[in-house]
């Protein structure tokens, strides 16, 4: 494993109690915790701008009860270039689906992928979350 | 069920056009799905707005081999106001996990359940997007 | 100037019913100005993605006391191979300043630009949002 | 002024490394002056949430040869409760112009304004940007 190392930060007062302030409220323990995740939540976005493969998290809402949906998604899914690692299935009432479905590709793929199946008749709302896989995310 | 109406958009015929050319690239059927697309993502951002009760798709990728992480993890999902229906674990590598929990409730509570999760010790990264709960969203 | 056409959607009263109601409260004046504002934004974030020619808007809040901060803002605008159109400045108090920067060029070189300035000491708070330079969005 | 304070972070040599890497892309010239742009950006954010005063950049682009649009904007811009601090207009090219709508106010009365001037017949694209008044901002 890496070893820890220390760096200093200058900054005014006011930014500093600012910032303790709010690390506070979102219930951090210490301010180098909410340092390392600011710093790797600026690492992940120039992972995602820089097209590396990253990971894919797709939400859609839908409705089962349209003719065809499931196995046209599920079509979709073996279709893709992008690896599809898992997906999960929540039953929100008697009519509508939550479905999450995780891949991981470039960014581009994953894009590709994600309007594949936010355009399939019946998917009401779909949204597609890049992050990082981890491996190149130091801890 | 509802009963389907129509109405009709006047435009430019390039504006159309471009649309034409988006759908086609994008792998839609046909025009007013596209339409129906469109105006259900306006809709939803203003559920989200409104803080009416929504979905929360959290997705947090982290350290399974920092100690006590996976135990804070599921406290705090006891512990929440959300109403947190389900989760699924993704294994990204040897060190690596993915995992993505599915919260109903309103906005501002998924935000602070979110936040409560990605400030833990070990959260590399974590991300929450909402979405509808379908039930105010029609087809 | 180009000539108008129509195309009709077909849709649930429900969803119709929703979008009337949004479109009222945004104070739109018809459904076909509501549509046409969907379609344009739909294809602004393709002419973003495509990495095409746009139009960068970079607005930068700063403490004018800051040493040098001026002139290093400047020297930025002059140096990138971003075509810098326009700026205006609005005192916000004492110490604040609000500067906005226009720009046209790819949406990288932009980023590059904002960052720049973005980055230099004494620019508290800055952001860039891109939108399309008209050329290309029908109306 | 503020009196300068400092503070230490302990983090892992990798995620030291990747952070430095990015701050050098970026053109940084110190590690402090990037934790406090993250810091700053942080507190930023949770200003908006909390429906603070802050400062809406409004970006419209549209076309001035459509009838009255031009008249239009203004009105909007005076009967506004937000307090608009300047405009700017830029010219695009024979059809096309840019507007940059600064106004101060609640985030809420800022999003109204935008689609206010959203909304108009002949603006074909329109963003709205919400950053700090900087008062509440240290540097």
Same mark, same amino acid.
């Given at each position: 494993?890496?070893?820890a190392?220390? @760096? ?6 006011e930014?500093?109690g600012? @910032? ?20 790797r939540? @600026?690492?992940?976005?120039e ?10 998290v $797709? #939400?859609?809402v839908?409705d ?5 949906? #499931?196995?046209?998604? $599920?079509?979709?899914?073996?279709? #893709? #270039?992008?690896?599809? $690692?898992s997906?999960?299935?929540v039953?929100?009432d008697h ?6 479905v995780?891949a991981?590709?470039?960014?581009k793929?994953?894009?590709? @992928?994600?309007d594949?199946?936010i355009?399939v ?15 190149e995310?130091?801890?």
């Amino acid at each position: 494993m890496s070893e820890a190392v220390r @760096f200093s930060v200058s900054l005014s007062e006011e930014l500093m109690g600012g @910032f303790d302030k709010l690390l506070d409220q979102k219930g951090y323990e210490n301010r180098s915790e909410g340092i390392r995740d600011l710093i790797r939540d @600026f690492l992940v976005q120039e992972e995602i701008d820089k097209n590396r493969e990253v990971v894919g998290v $797709i #939400t859609l809402v839908y409705d089962h009860h349209v003719r065809e949906l #499931t196995n046209t998604l $599920i079509s979709k899914q073996h279709d #893709t #270039t992008a690896e599809v $690692i898992s997906a999960m299935h929540v039953h929100l009432d008697h009519h509508n689906c939550l479905e999450v479905v995780v891949a991981r590709g470039k960014g581009k793929v994953l894009h590709a @992928f994600a309007d594949g199946l936010i355009g399939v008749r019946g998917v009401k709302h779909g949204k597609l979350v890049l992050t990082s896989t981890g491996a190149e995310l130091p801890k």
